[in-house]
């Protein structure tokens, strides 16, 4: 009988630990456009990501998913939640998504009044009283979709924890899928809701 126990123990251990993953990513992607050359001088986790508008937008594939950078972008903020993913459609693709705050949501004494949390690939906060304005928390604060660019990126996703200093750069991209799927990334920190999200290609990651 205490066999079995332990038996049991141990699968349902395993078990929980193989469902806390982050699924696989397919790596036959095509070679990723670069990220600029180290962290532009300007980045600072107290004021919002760089972003710059590419003028010409190639794909590239990977998965089965077509790929369209659209600006490339850097950010350096704190990891307000961290939440991996394995059974949705942009898994394959995207298997963490990280709620990222800068500015005053970067702050302790400001991010001690919040709740924060992430499910079906959408971030929420909540709080009893607001100690800087809505609209600094909207702007100052997003949910992104993580694609690495290879698995040397993926490893260093996987570091990245709840409370982390990170900065990450890469590119914003709009993604296709074979059957008609399609993701589409934010192109600005103001809006919020379905769709405000950004899908950020990493080619770029530093835990400070």
Known sequence: MNTRWLIMAV???GLIWWWNQPAGVDWD???APDAPPGFDADLSIERAPLQTTLDETPTLSAGGFRITPRAEFQIEARVLSRRDYRFDAEAALSPTDLALGWGPMA?????????????????RWHTERFPVPRED???????MHLVPANEWIAA????IA???????????????GENGWRWRTSLTRSDTGRGACEVLLVSRVQIR
């Open 29 to 31: 992607m095509e070679v």
């Open 107 to 123: 702050r302790p004494e400001v991010l001690e009044a919040f709740e924060i949390d992430q499910s079906g690939r959408f971030y």
């Open 156 to 159: 260093d996703i996987d570091r």
């Open 137 to 143: 928390v909207e702007k100052s604060s997003a949910n």
């Open 11 to 13: 699968v349902t251990i």
């Open 162 to 176: 709840e409370g982390d200093t990170v900065r990450l750069a890469g590119h914003l991209i709009d993604v296709d």
